[in-house]
């Protein structure tokens, strides 16, 4: 049990840290919007969303997949 609550502890406080990175990642690219700095198409913005939803996608696959598997299933 305490091994257990020690991964989630140290799941918390890594995924907290991570997830705080990424948003900031967000907000600086988000500072490339400005046109009066930055000259950009809809081709550029569609490649850039496109790249990471399917990050996040990937992401959210690896996440599911690793909770079924923790999941016990009966067996004779």
Not at 4 to 9: C, G, H
Not at 19 to 41: H, Q
Not at 49 to 54: G, I, Q, S, T
């Amino acid at each position: 049990m305490k091994n257990s609550n020690q991964k989630r502890d140290r799941f918390k406080r890594v995924a907290s840290r991570r997830v705080d990175n990424i948003l900031n990642g967000i907000r600086s690219l988000s500072n490339c919007s400005n046109t009066n700095n930055y000259e950009y198409n809809e081709d550029d913005i569609n490649k850039m969303l496109k790249a990471m939803r399917d990050e996040i996608r990937i992401m959210e696959t690896n996440f599911k997949k690793n909770l079924s598997k923790n999941k016990e299933n009966f067996n004779f």
